[in-house]
């Protein structure tokens, strides 16, 4: 993957900077990678990756928005990738989602790690993926025998997120924008717009 020397122009959208996205491999790979969750229409025109911590508090702001994005944009398709920049606690709850996910259990898991407080623990993850209707055993099997599949999948996306030279959460690439930060819902539809569009 050539994901050096991928940024070109830069243009101001709101109180983050978006910059463009010119290499094709990177953005297929970005799209259309299958270890990554989908929410929003998996078969959607528009593409938006985000890059999240779940205990990021500009990622909970934006997890309203991608929400109120989604119930008004039927034709946006959101890929999410775990990036637990925070570490400790931010690590398990990444892994107890990934995990979720091999039980379809991904999104509502995602949901409600976002309405527990920042300063979560494991008790607090655990009892969130229960009431979500995770199988706790088989959560705890999975956590235990797939480590190696979730840690793969966590190195890709800080891998990737460095490449692009994101420095923090949340991150986003729209089109053939990278968005670092928070943005409003109307940038949001905007960039969204901008994409159908091919700009």
Known sequence: MVLLAILLGIVAIGPAVARD????????DLLQD??????????GSVTIVEFFD??????????????????????????????PIFGGVSVYAAEVAIASGWQGKYLPIHDALFTLPRQMDQAAIRRAAEQAGVDMAQLDRDLAQREGEIRQVLGKTDSEARMLEFQGTPAFVIGHHLIPGAVSLDDLAKLVTEAKAGR
Do not use: F
């Not at 205990?55 to 999410?80: E, F, G, H, I, W």
């Open 54 to 83: 779940y205990r990021c508090p500009y990622c909970r702001v934006m997890q309203q928005r991608l929400q109120a994005l989604l119930a008004q944009d039927k034709s946006v398709r959101v890929v999410l990738k775990d990036w």
């Open 34 to 43: 299958k270890t990554s969750p989908v929410a929003g229409n998996p078969l």
């Open 21 to 28: 996205i010119a290499t094709a491999q990177l953005e297929d």
